[in-house]
C-alpha cells in the first residue's frame, strides 16, 4: 500500500511540477504528516525531491529527472493486466480507476509491448469468485483503509467480545471473498482479524510508528504455513470417479484406476468431515482408507436407506 502512495506521489510531482504539502495532502488522499514522511522516504532513495521555502514555494523534483515505469518486458505487462482482481478493486472502489489506469498505461507502452497487452487483455482472465458466490460484505473495510493511509489506531470489538481494544493495522488482504486486517495489539502482538467478525470499529486520534521490517506479503505467506500447520489432519486415500475429482484437493499425484476413475491421496480435518465428503458424492467416490472410516461410511450408507425404506412403508400404510 505505502509502495503505490510513494509511486503516486512521485508520479503527481512529476507530472504537476511543484506542490505544496497541503495540495499534495488533497491530491493523494492523506494527512501532510504522512506526506512530509513520504516525502522524506523519497529523499532517501535517492529521489531528487527537495523542498522550496517561502511565499510560493513547495516541493519539486530536479528539472531533468524522469522516472521510467514502462520499461515493461511482455511477459511483465500481460502479468499487470492478466492479474488484475475486479472484486478486490470494486471493494475498495477503486474498479473505475482501474479502467482509466490500464488504457493509460497501455497507451503509454512502446507499440510491440502495447500489442502483447492487448493481446492478453482480451484472451486472458482470472476470475476467484466460487460458483456460488458467497462474497462477504466488507463493513469495515473503508475505515481499516482510512487508519492504513493515516496510520492511526483502531479500537475494535472481535467476535463475541464485549470489551473494545486498539489495534495498530499493518494490512488488508483479500483472500478470495473474504477480507482480513492484519494489524499489531498493544504489546506488539501480530494478529489476523476477519473483517466479517468485528462487530465495532472506531478510528482514534492515536497515530502510530509502522515496523520498518513488517512486510505484508512475507507475514501472510508465514501465519498460512502456521495455520495449516495447526490444522487437524486426517489423510485418507478414495477411489473417484473423473467427474468428483474436483471436489476433493489432492495431497500427492493422482494415480489413474480403470473406467474413469482415479486413485486420490487427500486431507481433511476429521473423520466426521470425510464422511461428509464421501457422501456428498452418492456412490461417486469410493473409500480405500483408513478401515475406520470405510464402517463410518457404511454405517451411515445403510441408516440411510434404512430411513428411506420406513418412511416408503410409512406412506404407503397411510394411503
Known sequence: MRAERLL?????LQTRGQSTVAQLSAALGVSPRTIQRDLEVLSLAGVPVYS????GGGWTLLPDYRTRITGLTPSEVMSVFVGATAH????????????????????????????????????LLIDHAGWDDRRETPRWLDLCREALWEERRLAIIYADGTDAFEVSPLGLVAKARTWYLVAARTDGRLRTYRLSRLTSATLTNTPFTRPA??????????????????????????????????RFRPTHPMVPADNGWWILHTDLESPHEARAAVLAQAGAAIVLDPPELITLVHEAALAIYQSGSHSENLSRSTS
Do not use: M, N
Open 213 to 246: 521490517d513488517f512486510d505484508l506479503a512475507t507475514y501472510w505467506t508465514q501465519s498460512q504455513r502456521e495455520l495449516q500447520a495447526s490444522r487437524p489432519s486426517y489423510p485418507i486415500t478414495l477411489k473417484v470417479r473423473d467427474h468428483a475429482v474436483r
Open 52 to 55: 522550496i521555502r517561502g511565499r
Open 88 to 123: 478486490v478493486l470494486a471493494d475498495l472502489g477503486l474498479d473505475a480507476s482501474s479502467d482509466q489506469a490500464v488504457t493509460k498505461l497501455i497507451a503509454s507502452l512502446p507499440e510491440g509491448t502495447r500489442r502483447e497487452a492487448e493481446y492478453a487483455r482480451q484472451r
Open 8 to 12: 503516486r506521489l512521485l508520479l503527481h
